[in-house]
């Protein structure tokens, strides 16, 4: 069964198409990588466990539920960094964990650089935050330092895919939920999403 999740809101799509432009500047391009991130999250989390509660009303009680599930949302530096904010307002227990990964430009290996993660995991699931699964080297190698490091539920959410990468991040983790705005065409042969928006990193810091 495939766990690959491309959003069907029309929201989301109209956002994507904004972000995706050449005449979007890097404050607005922020703005939607943060409100996208939300919507993808929302979706992302349609399965968190909850448990039963009541609540007094000021009318009477009703029966409601709390969220057993304590989720940990992990930003792969740089990008990912922009999506942290707009998940973090619709769940601010979650622990955030940065990873800093980049991909070299010749090899398009991913690099480690930079590592928050505690000795010991205190969530019971994870969503990897980044924006582009590209060759996807960088989220395959996330998902092995989280699945190293003790975590069992494990989502990607991201905005665009190639195809390439998608099969490659569900071949090495088939149990890992993906989650995504869109699935563009191809990678370029410098690695690059086509159509995509460009180097995320560089469109939301404004270092293109
Ligand atoms: O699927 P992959 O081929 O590994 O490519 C995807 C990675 O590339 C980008 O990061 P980048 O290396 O540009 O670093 P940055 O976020 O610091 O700009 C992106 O944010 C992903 O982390
Ligand atoms: O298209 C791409 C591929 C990797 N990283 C990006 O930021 N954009
Ligand atoms: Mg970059």
Redesign the pocket.
Known sequence: MSLVHVSKHPLVAHKLTKLRSVETEPKRFRELVRELSALLAYEATADLLTRPVTVQTPMGVAQGAELVDTIGLVPILR?GLGMVEGVWELMPTAEVWHLGIY?DEKTLKPVQYYNKLPTEPRVSVCLILD?????GG?AIAAVDILKQWGVKRIKFVGL?G?PEGIQRLETHHPDVAIHLAAIDER??NQ????P????????QFGTG
């Open positions: 990008a991909r924006p582009m699964l590209a060759t960088s665009i190639s990678l370029n690695g690059y999403i086509v995509g928006l460009g180097d995320a990193g560089d469109r």
